[in-house]
């Protein structure tokens, strides 16, 4: 029987043979896959734990808070707080950055993350997931502050998601490849399950709202007419659709069979460039997908060249399979 390789024997591997998991990285990514489990926990409890339905707040997005998007942040906040690789935190959940505490020792990473994607599909019993994205503290001054995550998204040293689905996975890539691991509930470890995913470059399915159609920019109504038009339409094959509403869940699957991936930015909120986070979501996405051998833009550049302005900023984000993310970048520099 091949010996399963848990996810701290390839992470400490992986330090051995190409040092680009350092032992601060390495202790971070094995915390952050700790909080998940219990975040995990916490998820599959549904209706026999205190953890659906609403919180009484909402969030710095003006959303209303699920009562796992709060429970999910505290568990990676209380996690990672006191080992001594972390600078700060910046979550969707909180307003402003997270800076350890005095009592604990200041490391030189920085951690940003979506605690809990797609949560409007918690109560509906859908796949969700937290995002997490790590960054280096610049080293050029003492202390940390708010400016210091405000990094492209070229810059991350590790990036991932946690999908808390029919198995619960881990995803990860630290610029060598995308990584898979699942969760062995009997040994409570994550197993590495799948090396290298590759996304082909191109596919026959595609994941958007269509219920936005009326709103989009002419590029994607084209991408998506021509799709729709199918082997009597100008692609010349049929396509097939797809929309989780949970972008973890619809990001998993292109990772795992191909796919585009769409949010753009339409006409209902003219004023923002799209509805996802382009910190803790698309940068962290964006990079996995590349590593995959996909592609993403925001419609006219690389998502991980964006030079950020505001931590909580928004992204009109295309990506996945790279002939399809190219074809609909195209679409846009046309018009
Ligand atoms: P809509 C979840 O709320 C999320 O941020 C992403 O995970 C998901 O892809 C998107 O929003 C779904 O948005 O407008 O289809 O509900």
Redesign the pocket.
């Known amino acids: 029987m091949t010996q399963k390789v848990s996810l701290t024997r390839y992470l400490v591997e992986q330090q051995r043979v190409d040092g680009l998991i350092p032992a601060q990285l390495r202790l971070l990514l094995e915390v952050v896959a700790r909080a998940c489990k219990r975040i995990s926990f916490a998820v599959n409890k549904g209706e026999l734990g205190d953890v659906m339905g609403a919180a009484e707040t909402q969030n710095v997005q003006g ?1 209303v808070q699920k009562k796992l998007d709060i429970i999910a942040n505290e568990v990676l906040i209380e996690a990672n707080e006191w080992g001594g690789h972390l600078a700060a935190m910046a979550s969707e959940e909180m307003e402003g950055i997270y800076v350890v505490p005095n009592r604990y020792p200041q490391g030189e990473y920085l951690l940003m993350f ?1 605690p809990l ?5 918690i109560d509906v019993n859908v796949s969700i997931g937290t995002i997490f994205s790590v960054l280096k503290k610049p080293d050029d001054h003492p202390g940390v502050q708010e400016a210091d995550f405000l990094q492209a998204g070229a810059k991350q040293v590790a990036a991932g998601y946690c999908i808390y689905g029919p198995q619960t996975t881990l995803v990860l890539t630290v610029g060598d490849g995308v990584a898979q691991f699942t969760l062995d509930r009997e040994q409570g470890s994550f197993v590495l399950t799948q090396e290298n995913l590759r996304i082909p470059e191109d596919t026959k399915e595609f994941a958007i ?1 269509m ?2 159609m009326r709103h989009w920019d002419a590029p994607v109504k084209r991408y998506i007419d021509e799709c729709l038009a199918g082997k009597e339409g100008p692609r010349g094959k049929d396509f097939n659709m797809r ?8 990001v998993h699957r292109i990772l795992t069979r191909g796919g585009i ?1 769409m ?1 753009p930015w339409d006409k209902r909120e003219p004023e923002k460039p799209g ?3 382009l910190m803790y ?1 698309a940068n962290p996405m964006a990079w996995l997908v590349e590593q995959a051998g996909g592609a993403a833009t925001n419609g006219k550049e690389r998502i991980l060249d964006i030079a950020p302005t505001k931590l909580h900023q928004r992204v009109s984000v295309i990506l996945g399979s790279k002939n399809e993310v190219e074809r609909v970048t195209s679409y846009h520099t046309e018009k």
Do not use: C, P, T
Not at 243 to 250: E, F, H, K, T
């Open positions: 959303e979506d994607d797609g949560s409007s599909n709202n219920s936005n929309w989780i509403a949970s972008m973890v869940a619809d991936f949010y509805k996802l986070r979501e």
